[in-house]
């Protein structure tokens, strides 16, 4: 089994979209993690859902998470409103999230490894043709983990 025969379909936004619009479609299609594609579709960058709330935040409540118990639910209201006006690299910029991707050929246990030291909940699965890289779509922890539990 290669990273090819692991790799699914994937929703996924560009770094141009709405930041708005980028957090429903994480939220209505109970998403793991954001896929971004920059203006060529490639990879740009993998954010965990955890990381996009993490962006949302105030920074007080980053530094010091007891804070959150005190917050009234005002505060709930304004964190969609911070991305109002943001475009997709701007909530999740690429020097932060830096896309982990593997080639076709790349066996489970390298998908893994890689999944396992990046954090991310999915692995972009590319081909490369000389300078053009075509995404072949993306493996997911539950993906690479139905594949172990069947391999024993």
């Not at 993690?33 to 996009?52: K, M, N, W």
């Amino acid at each position: 089994m290669r990273a090819r025969d692991l790799a699914e379909p994937c929703p996924f936004v560009t770094t141009d979209d709405d930041a708005i619009s980028a957090a429903r479609m994480l939220a209505e299609q109970s998403l793991p993690a954001l896929l971004v594609l920059d203006a060529d579709g490639q990879p740009y960058s993998i954010v965990p859902g955890s990381q996009l709330i993490r962006q949302l935040l105030p920074s007080y409540i980053i530094e010091d998470p007891l804070l959150a118990h005190v917050v009234d639910e005002r505060t709930d209201a304004e964190v969609a409103e911070r991305l109002t006006g943001l475009t997709v690299a701007e909530w999740a910029p690429r020097r932060l999230y830096p896309p982990p991707v593997v080639g076709p050929d790349a066996r489970p246990m390298e998908v893994a490894a890689l999944m396992a030291s990046t954090h991310s909940p999915l692995v972009a699965v590319v081909e490369r043709d000389g300078t053009q890289v075509t995404l072949l779509g993306t493996v997911t922890a539950a993906r690479l983990m139905h594949h172990f539990l069947e391999a024993s």
